[in-house]
């Protein structure tokens, strides 16, 4: 209990703290010695594991995670100890002499690597309907293949960073810029013993949302609260940006390997797939990814037969479920992959195979392997609009022409639908609380435990509740990451934020409303209405009446004052829960998602033969959300989401050396998409969606449009396949993700040495 | 020697106080407690850094408002400067009016997440905005090659600038009809025209700040000079030959400001070492010119060059850094360096001793190695003419001329491979000389002088191309440093070079096939951004 104030100890002087990580991937600690750091000037306190005791695990999160790396370290960057001095220079010095030394064992490096040794976290788990083997052995054509897609790094605008400050009071205050600040409370409270009330978590202002500010966050800023506390001193702990790289969750590579049957028309009739996720060194939030790539193993596509198996590798570096669209982007570009080899088997236009196999109202063919009923409908209008809305047919014959005389540079196109998955497997992650207080003027505050992170969230939600209580939107203000009073919250990236928030709001509001009609009722009788029933009373345009009443004269602020003079509680708890969510990983069967949103893309682009670089021409969306007020946002969101996909899918290399060492340590060698590298036409369609509330498909559009990038990676394998000649059309390209103008230019070859091989041998 | 000075930003007087000579701007601002948000704190020059425009002059020697990266600038350096940061772009002289470029990234918050990318876009805009020559479509991805993060909404942005843009020309073109209306056709000419009528139009159209001769010494006697003429610089370096030659900060954008850096001396105030000069068979481009102003220069009449230039780094660098920055910084992987070679060009150095010319494929020595000596100092590149007369004096009609940069991004990225090229035909369409250059395969910039000279008297054709490749391939592969990935490097990156060695000659060839120096278009984008289309089109006169 604490009756004194909150206090903090201004006079006293921030504390730079370093981390000091292991130089090696994997291997042994032998000793560790950091007496001679100690000695040093400046320096308040050096850490080892050793000093933690009991209290040296990352809790509740990875409990089996040692917050110092103990006597194993499993990735290269790992923090063996924390150094606290006066400056920036004292520490660095201090964290060069803390002496450690190490076993070195061979490190796993990458996803082959793994496979190879048979690395795997748990046992793989599978999602079956019907007989996939059985169905593949009866069907006309049959094939085996491979698809390998990389990783990719968040690359959020600045290294994570976190500041922590002890009060009079024996609390703590954070500040970090955590995507997730309850995990970030929980995590601290746990390692410094203190109770969650008291820590008190200020979410820093995020850099959007790119991802890995999830369980990093809550990592940094509990080794920043553990060294506040041991001095007592305000603590600032700010990662080098190769750090950050190094400790920050990666999007899981994976490799897919498929066995599939289909008939003459491309109807694929079974399908057995084997996802393998680069689960890291420890199992963490991989399970997500790894379920949510199961979850979307079947596209927007029906399969009678099909499986979907998925296991996770082992590995010595950190991977995590914190980019948007982790794990379903990736389980669903397999399909794709599928269908355009089935195409390109069969000799018919890849549209034309994905067509024929996207879900369908007719012949049973709308139901997900795992039992979640599918809506087909808006699926099919989406993909019917937007290939006569983008004159498909009309720029693919042009494509032809122009490419048959183009012997340089050739251009491909193509487009790929996606069905995702509303809301987040986890059931505790579906949920949202928020806090609204009328104010006496009539204005309006709503408090949420989410952070802002600029994307539109609070103007989404200033948005409902101005319509809620009839109020202009400047009436309302939205206040983010306030976690004094909305203490739990959910994370913004892989949830339905805006949609879960927006129903809360309506919660709350329905509560607040059904106290002031009475109240209403009586003023407007007072002044001369009839008798009047509370259930008609209406709140529009700042006024407050009955439907037939327009002309009312009785404001919203004049209510608002006149219920709180009467002793009327103008705070209301607005809560929402997605209902019936189910998720059994073990049978493989569910609802684990509260329904799925659509969009479809078509992508040009143009592949210029000597470097092998792709230059997106054109993408066109077309994707469920509102087309009302905050469709700037949506179209943001979605515009966002597909530049990190199209990063993803045509130059984000992610790659560590043989040590374990990232290669990719900074801006300079990671090339996230620039100005330059926007696709040169984008246009996007919001279409509002008649079952489903129009917020509920908008929140997603900011993940689904990453995977919709993948339609440029298809696009790129058709601009290659036109440098073939019409004989040698079956020849397959393959193409790894991402398709980096290395790998066309070695397509390029491949294909080229394989028709001349073929010509020589016809 | 002074220990304090002073800047202005945002109409404030900041005072310094023997802070290091080797802290950034940006640093300085951070600590100072500048911004609303905490984007001086560690902004990285490769994700767009921490821009402010500054006040400064263009290749013409007019005034100009140029965005720069305060991560890239050295706090000494901006002594006596006036700069505004993203949020204090306002016009104080009418009572506080929003600028038009902060305006619209306000109205649309949407665009940009991040304060950080805002400011980036707001200061892109703002300079844009000002700018005489930003007339085209396709030069807006140079004006906003800055914006550079995972939050931005490319395209609204590109909505944006091109509507400010087009208004700018507008009043432009409106207000260049009403000087020739009143007879002052001559003072727009020169730029002395307030054609926005704001506090920053003014500053244009007034007289070129002119830095001052400065020298500054920190409190752990450190110093910083900025002499006002070569011979005080080659003094300067005379009396401390292990002084750090600062220009546009090229090794604070490789990550080095180190603390043993005791002397520093800009050339900054040296107008000489700013200057382009014209002469009858050559240029003289100042080695400490930014590479905007030669770009403004010399884009025109070397295309090749203009090229290259403008896909250096990002904008808000090109406004600082220098040509003798980057070929005294010896980097192998240079993507200036090739299309120097290509163009004849020489380097000029000077010391207390004298001068001398060293070709561009000379100058470097490896791993960071120049040819440069203690005490010498870069002073120009001298690029010649190809007039018509002097290919005519050498026996040849058309010279052929073209650089390529191929780079996982399309800015802002240090290109995988760089090359250039560059062949004089006679009338008979026979190659005459040749120069051929590729930086990214080998520990320098690279000239394979055993292709060029296979070229020599053969016809320009398909076969004469691929006659050489062999040679080429054999050619790079004994280049120094070759024989193996440099680390960080892994197999395939390696080999993609080396077939773009090849692939990029061919690609010049196809690109020029007529061998008339007129360029064939090759691709597509131009049919769909049209990179040619004006930002403003003037109605017709009747």
């Given at each position: 209990?604490?009756?004194?104030g909150?206090?903090?100890?201004?006079?006293?002087?921030?504390?730079?703290a370093?981390?000091?990580?292991?130089?090696h991937?994997?291997g042994?600690?032998?000793s560790?010695n950091?007496?001679?750091?100690?000695?040093?000037?400046?320096?308040?306190?050096v850490?080892l594991?050793?000093?933690?005791?009991?209290k040296?695990?990352?809790?509740?999160?990875?409990a089996?995670e040692?917050l110092?790396?103990?006597h194993e370290?499993?990735?290269?960057?790992?923090?063996?100890?924390?150094?606290?001095?006066d400056?920036?220079?004292?520490?660095?010095?201090?964290a060069?002499?803390?002496?450690?030394?190490?076993?070195?064992?061979?490190?796993t490096?990458?996803?082959?690597?793994?496979?190879?040794l048979?690395?795997?976290?748990?046992?793989?788990?599978s999602i079956?309907?019907?007989?996939p083997?059985?169905?593949?052995?009866?069907?006309?054509?049959?094939?085996e293949?491979?698809?390998d897609?990389?990783?990719?790094?968040?690359f959020?605008?600045?290294?994570?960073?976190?500041?922590?400050?002890?009060?009079?009071?024996?609390?703590l205050?954070?500040?970090?810029?955590?995507?997730l600040?309850?995990?970030?409370?929980a995590?601290?409270?746990?390692?410094?013993?203190?109770?969650?009330?008291?820590?008190?978590?200020?979410?820093?202002?995020?850099e959007?949302?790119?991802?890995?500010?999830?369980?990093e966050a809550?990592?940094v800023a509990?080794?920043a609260?553990?060294?506040a506390?041991?001095?007592?001193?305000?603590i600032r702990?700010?990662?080098?940006?190769?750090h950050?790289?190094a400790?920050?969750?990666?999007r899981?590579?994976?490799?897919a390997e498929?066995?599939?049957g289909?008939n003459d028309?491309?109807l694929?009739?079974?399908?057995?797939?084997?996802?393998t996720?680069?689960?890291?060194?420890?199992?963490?939030?991989?399970?997500?990814?790894?379920?949510?790539?199961?979850?979307?193993?079947?596209?927007?596509?029906f399969?009678?037969?099909?499986?979907?198996?998925?296991?996770?590798?082992r590995?010595n570096?950190?991977?995590?479920?914190?980019?948007p669209a982790?794990g379903?982007?990736q389980?669903?570009?397999?399909?794709?992959?599928?269908l355009s080899?089935?195409?390109?088997?069969?000799?018919l236009?890849?549209e034309?195979?994905?067509?024929?196999?996207?879900?369908?109202e007719?012949?049973?063919?709308h139901?997900?392997?795992?039992?979640?009923?599918?809506?087909?409908?808006?699926?099919?209008?989406?993909?019917?609009?937007?290939?006569?809305?983008?004159?498909?047919?009309?720029r693919r014959d042009a494509?032809?022409?122009a490419?048959?005389i183009?012997p340089c540079y050739?251009?491909?196109?193509a487009?790929?639908?996606?069905?995702?998955g509303v809301?987040?497997?986890?059931?505790?992650?579906?949920?949202?609380?928020?806090?609204?207080?009328?104010?006496?003027?009539?204005?309006?505050?709503v408090?949420?435990?989410c952070?802002?992170?600029g994307?539109?969230?609070s103007?989404?939600v200033?948005?409902e509740?101005?319509?809620q209580?009839?109020?202009?939107?400047?009436?309302?203000?939205v206040?983010?990451?306030?976690?004094?009073?909305?203490p739990h919250?959910?994370?913004?990236i892989?949830?339905?934020?805006?949609g879960l928030?927006?129903?809360?709001?309506?919660?709350?509001s329905?509560?607040?409303?059904?106290?002031?009609?009475?109240?209403?009722?009586?003023?407007?009788a007072?002044?001369?209405?009839?008798?009047?029933?509370a259930?008609?009373i209406?709140?529009?345009?700042?006024?407050?009446?009955?439907g037939?009443?327009?002309?009312?004269?009785?404001?919203?602020?004049?209510?608002?004052?006149?219920?709180?003079?009467?002793?009327?509680?103008m705070?209301?708890?607005?809560?929402?829960r997605?209902?019936?969510?189910w998720?059994?990983?073990?049978?493989?069967?569910?609802?684990?998602?509260?329904?799925f949103?659509?969009g479809?893309?078509?992508?040009?682009?143009?592949?210029?033969?000597?470097?092998g670089?792709v230059?997106?021409?054109?993408?066109?969306?077309?994707?469920?959300?509102?087309?009302?007020?905050?469709?700037?946002?949506d179209?943001?969101?979605i515009?966002?989401?597909?530049?990190?996909?199209?990063?993803?899918m045509?130059?984000?290399t992610?790659?560590?050396?043989t040590?374990?060492?990232?290669?990719?340590?900074?801006a300079?060698?990671?090339?996230?998409?620039?100005?330059?590298?926007?696709?040169?036409?984008l246009?996007?369609d919001?279409?509002?969606?008649?079952?489903?509330?129009?917020?509920?498909a908008?929140?997603s559009?900011?993940?689904?449009?990453?995977?919709?990038?993948?339609?440029?990676?298809?696009?790129?394998?058709e601009?290659?396949?036109?440098?073939?000649t019409?004989?040698?059309?079956?020849?397959?390209v393959?193409?790894?993700?991402p398709?980096?103008?290395?790998?066309?230019?070695?397509?390029?070859?491949?294909m080229?040495?394989?028709?001349?091989?073929?010509?020589?041998?016809? | 020697m002074q220990?304090?000075f002073t800047?202005?930003?945002?109409?404030?007087t900041?005072?310094?106080?023997?802070?290091?000579?080797?802290?950034?701007?940006?640093?300085?601002?951070?600590?100072?407690?500048?911004g609303?948000?905490?984007?001086f704190?560690?902004?990285?020059?490769?994700?767009?850094?921490?821009?402010?425009?500054?006040?400064?002059?263009?290749?013409?020697g007019?005034?100009?408002?140029?965005?720069i990266?305060?991560?890239?600038?050295?706090?000494p350096?901006?002594?006596?400067r006036?700069l505004?940061?993203?949020?204090?772009l306002?016009?104080?002289?009418s009572?506080?009016?929003?600028?038009?470029?902060l305006?619209?990234?306000?109205?649309?918050?949407?665009?940009?997440?991040?304060?950080?990318g805002?400011a980036?876009?707001?200061t892109?805009l703002?300079?844009?905005y000002?700018?005489?020559?930003?007339?085209?479509a396709?030069?807006?991805?140079?004006?906003?090659?800055?914006?550079?993060?995972?939050?931005?909404y490319?395209?609204?942005m590109?909505?944006?600038?091109t509507?400010?843009?087009?208004?700018?020309?507008?009043?432009?073109?409106?207000?260049?009809q009403?000087?020739?209306m009143?007879g002052?056709?001559?003072?727009?000419?020169?730029?002395?025209?307030?054609?926005?009528g704001?506090e920053?139009?003014?500053?244009?159209a007034?007289?070129v700040?002119?830095?001052?001769d400065?020298?500054?010494?920190?409190?752990e006697?450190?110093r910083?000079?900025?002499?006002?003429?070569?011979?005080?610089?080659a003094?300067l370096?005379?009396?401390?030959p292990k002084?750090?030659?600062?220009?546009?900060?090229?090794?604070?954008l490789?990550?080095?400001?180190?603390?043993?850096?005791?002397c520093?001396?800009?050339?900054?105030?040296?107008?000489?070492?700013?200057?382009?000069?014209d002469?009858?068979?050559?240029?003289?481009?100042?080695?400490?010119?930014?590479?905007t102003?030669?770009?403004?220069i010399?884009?025109?009449p070397?295309?090749?060059?203009?090229?290259?230039l403008?896909?250096?780094?990002?904008?808000?660098?090109r406004?600082?850094?220098?040509?003798g920055?980057?070929?005294?910084?010896?980097?192998?992987?240079?993507e200036?360096?090739?299309?120097l070679?290509a163009?004849?060009?020489?380097?000029?150095?000077i010391s207390l001793?004298?001068e001398?010319?060293?070709?561009?494929?000379?100058?470097?020595?490896?791993?960071?190695k120049t040819n440069?000596?203690?005490?010498?100092?870069?002073?120009d590149?001298?690029?010649p003419?190809?007039?018509?007369?002097?290919?005519?004096?050498?026996?040849?009609?058309v010279?052929?001329?073209?650089?390529y940069?191929?780079a996982?991004?399309?800015?802002l990225?240090?290109g995988?491979?760089?090359?250039?090229?560059?062949?004089?035909?006679?009338t008979?369409?026979?190659?005459?000389?040749?120069w051929?250059?590729?930086?990214?395969?080998?520990?320098r910039?690279?000239?394979?002088?055993?292709?060029?000279?296979?070229?020599?008297?053969?016809?320009?054709?398909?076969d004469?191309i691929?006659?050489v490749?062999?040679?080429?391939?054999?050619e790079?592969?004994?280049?120094p440093?070759?024989?193996?990935?440099?680390?960080?490097?892994?197999?395939s990156?390696?080999e993609?070079r080396?077939q773009?060695?090849?692939?990029?000659?061919q690609?010049f060839?196809?690109?020029?096939?007529?061998?008339?120096?007129?360029?064939?278009?090759?691709g597509?984008?131009?049919?769909?951004?049209?990179?040619?289309?004006?930002l403003?089109?003037?109605?017709s006169?009747?």
């Amino acid at each position: 209990m604490s009756a004194v104030g909150r206090g903090i100890h201004g006079h006293q002087v921030e504390l730079v703290a370093r981390l000091v990580t292991s130089p090696h991937a994997a291997g042994s600690i032998t000793s560790k010695n950091a007496a001679e750091a100690r000695k040093l000037p400046g320096v308040a306190l050096v850490l080892l594991a050793e000093d933690l005791g009991d209290k040296n695990r990352f809790r509740p999160l990875r409990a089996d995670e040692p917050l110092l790396a103990d006597h194993e370290v499993s990735y290269l960057g790992q923090p063996v100890g924390i150094v606290v001095a006066d400056t920036r220079e004292h520490a660095d010095a201090a964290a060069a002499l803390v002496e450690v030394r190490y076993h070195v064992s061979p490190a796993t490096t990458n996803l082959e690597h793994a496979l190879a040794l048979q690395h795997f976290h748990g046992e793989a788990t599978s999602i079956t309907r019907g007989d996939p083997g059985t169905a593949i052995g009866k069907s006309p054509h049959t094939f085996e293949g491979t698809l390998d897609i990389g990783s990719q790094l968040p690359f959020a605008g600045e290294p994570l960073w976190a500041r922590a400050t002890p009060t009079e009071d024996h609390s703590l205050i954070i500040q970090t810029p955590a995507e997730l600040p309850s995990r970030v409370r929980a995590a601290i409270a746990s390692a410094v013993k203190v109770p969650e009330s008291h820590i008190e978590v200020v979410p820093a202002r995020i850099e959007g949302l790119s991802g890995g500010r999830q369980s990093e966050a809550a990592y940094v800023a509990t080794l920043a609260a553990i060294a506040a506390k041991r001095t007592g001193r305000p603590i600032r702990l700010e990662l080098s940006r190769t750090h950050d790289l190094a400790i920050t969750a990666k999007r899981h590579a994976l490799k897919a390997e498929f066995e599939v049957g289909y008939n003459d028309e491309g109807l694929v009739l079974g399908a057995d797939i084997t996802l393998t996720l680069d689960g890291g060194h420890r199992r963490g939030d991989s399970d997500t990814a790894l379920d949510q790539a199961m979850l979307h193993g079947d596209g927007a596509y029906f399969v009678a037969d099909f499986r979907v198996t998925g296991r996770l590798c082992r590995t010595n570096h950190v991977t995590g479920s914190s980019l948007p669209a982790e794990g379903a982007a990736q389980g669903a570009m397999v399909m794709e992959e599928i269908l355009s080899q089935v195409a390109h088997r069969l000799g018919l236009p890849t549209e034309k195979v994905r067509e024929t196999n996207l879900y369908r109202e007719t012949d049973n063919r709308h139901s997900t392997p795992y039992g979640q009923p599918v809506d087909c409908d808006p699926l099919q209008r989406l993909w019917s609009d937007l290939l006569n809305r983008s004159d498909f047919a009309i720029r693919r014959d042009a494509i032809i022409k122009a490419n048959a005389i183009n012997p340089c540079y050739k251009r491909g196109i193509a487009v790929v639908p996606a069905k995702f998955g509303v809301g987040d497997p986890r059931a505790e992650r579906n949920q949202a609380m928020v806090l609204v207080q009328l104010l006496v003027d009539g204005s309006v505050c709503v408090r949420l435990g989410c952070i802002d992170a600029g994307d539109g969230l609070s103007q989404r939600v200033a948005e409902e509740a101005a319509a809620q209580f009839g109020v202009h939107p400047s009436q309302v203000v939205v206040r983010c990451g306030d976690l004094h009073c909305t203490p739990h919250m959910c994370a913004r990236i892989g949830s339905d934020t805006v949609g879960l928030m927006r129903r809360a709001v309506a919660d709350a509001s329905a509560a607040l409303k059904s106290r002031l009609r009475p109240i209403a009722a009586q003023m407007l009788a007072a002044s001369g209405a009839n008798e009047i029933d509370a259930e008609t009373i209406r709140f529009a345009d700042g006024k407050v009446g009955t439907g037939a009443q327009t002309t009312t004269t009785l404001t919203f602020g004049e209510l608002v004052d006149a219920a709180w003079r009467r002793r009327t509680n103008m705070t209301a708890i607005g809560y929402h829960r997605t209902p019936n969510l189910w998720w059994d990983r073990e049978i493989g069967a569910g609802w684990p998602f509260s329904g799925f949103v659509y969009g479809v893309a078509v992508v040009e682009v143009q592949l210029d033969a000597f470097t092998g670089e792709v230059q997106v021409l054109r993408a066109d969306i077309m994707h469920q959300g509102s087309s009302a007020v905050g469709a700037s946002h949506d179209r943001a969101q979605i515009a966002r989401a597909l530049q990190l996909g199209l990063g993803w899918m045509l130059h984000e290399t992610v790659a560590w050396n043989t040590e374990g060492a990232l290669c990719q340590d900074s801006a300079r060698s990671y090339a996230i998409p620039g100005f330059g590298d926007a696709p040169l036409q984008l246009e996007i369609d919001l279409v509002p969606s008649p079952n489903q509330p129009s917020e509920f498909a908008a929140a997603s559009g900011a993940e689904s449009a990453v995977f919709l990038a993948s339609a440029a990676r298809e696009a790129t394998r058709e601009a290659i396949r036109a440098f073939g000649t019409p004989v040698n059309r079956h020849i397959e390209v393959f193409l790894p993700a991402p398709a980096t103008p290395a790998a066309v230019l070695a397509a390029l070859r491949e294909m080229s040495g394989r028709l001349t091989a073929s010509a020589a041998g016809g | 020697m002074q220990s304090r000075f002073t800047f202005e930003l945002d109409g404030e007087t900041y005072h310094v106080d023997g802070e290091p000579v080797n802290r950034t701007l940006a640093a300085h601002l951070h600590d100072c407690g500048f911004g609303r948000d905490d984007r001086f704190r560690n902004p990285d020059p490769w994700l767009g850094g921490a821009p402010l425009i500054l006040l400064d002059s263009d290749g013409h020697g007019r005034p100009a408002l140029r965005s720069i990266d305060a991560a890239l600038t050295l706090l000494p350096t901006v002594a006596g400067r006036r700069l505004w940061s993203a949020e204090g772009l306002v016009d104080r002289a009418s009572g506080g009016d929003t600028h038009p470029a902060l305006e619209r990234v306000n109205a649309h918050p949407e665009v940009e997440c991040t304060w950080a990318g805002r400011a980036r876009l707001i200061t892109a805009l703002f300079e844009g905005y000002y700018r005489a020559d930003l007339e085209l479509a396709g030069q807006i991805n140079d004006q906003l090659d800055g914006c550079l993060s995972r939050t931005a909404y490319y395209e609204a942005m590109r909505d944006i600038a091109t509507s400010l843009f087009g208004e700018s020309q507008k009043r432009r073109h409106e207000a260049k009809q009403g000087s020739e209306m009143q007879g002052n056709a001559d003072a727009f000419e020169q730029g002395r025209v307030d054609i926005f009528g704001d506090e920053f139009s003014a500053l244009l159209a007034g007289d070129v700040p002119e830095p001052e001769d400065f020298s500054y010494v920190d409190a752990e006697k450190r110093r910083f000079y900025r002499p006002q003429t070569i011979v005080d610089l080659a003094k300067l370096l005379a009396q401390f030959p292990k002084a750090i030659i600062v220009g546009g900060s090229a090794d604070l954008l490789q990550g080095r400001a180190e603390n043993d850096w005791d002397c520093l001396i800009s050339t900054d105030g040296v107008g000489d070492l700013r200057a382009l000069y014209d002469h009858e068979d050559h240029w003289d481009i100042g080695a400490a010119a930014p590479l905007t102003s030669i770009n403004e220069i010399l884009g025109q009449p070397y295309p090749a060059l203009g090229k290259i230039l403008r896909r250096f780094g990002n904008r808000s660098i090109r406004n600082r850094i220098t040509l003798g920055g980057i070929l005294g910084s010896g980097r192998q992987d240079g993507e200036i360096a090739p299309i120097l070679i290509a163009l004849d060009a020489q380097v000029r150095v000077i010391s207390l001793e004298g001068e001398r010319d060293i070709p561009v494929a000379r100058f470097f020595e490896g791993n960071g190695k120049t040819n440069l000596r203690p005490s010498e100092v870069i002073a120009d590149i001298i690029l010649p003419r190809f007039t018509a007369d002097v290919l005519k004096s050498r026996g040849c009609q058309v010279r052929i001329c073209e650089t390529y940069k191929a780079a996982p991004r399309r800015e802002l990225g240090t290109g995988a491979v760089t090359a250039a090229f560059a062949v004089e035909l006679d009338t008979k369409g026979h190659i005459t000389h040749a120069w051929i250059a590729y930086s990214g395969v080998a520990d320098r910039p690279f000239r394979t002088r055993d292709t060029e000279a296979a070229l020599i008297g053969k016809p320009w054709t398909e076969d004469t191309i691929f006659g050489v490749l062999p040679t080429l391939s054999r050619e790079i592969q004994s280049a120094p440093g070759a024989k193996s990935p440099t680390p960080g490097m892994n197999e395939s990156e390696f080999e993609y070079r080396r077939q773009l060695v090849i692939t990029l000659l061919q690609k010049f060839f196809y690109q020029h096939p007529k061998g008339d120096g007129s360029p064939v278009e090759l691709g597509a984008i131009s049919e769909v951004i049209q990179p040619k289309r004006p930002l403003f089109q003037p109605p017709s006169a009747v």
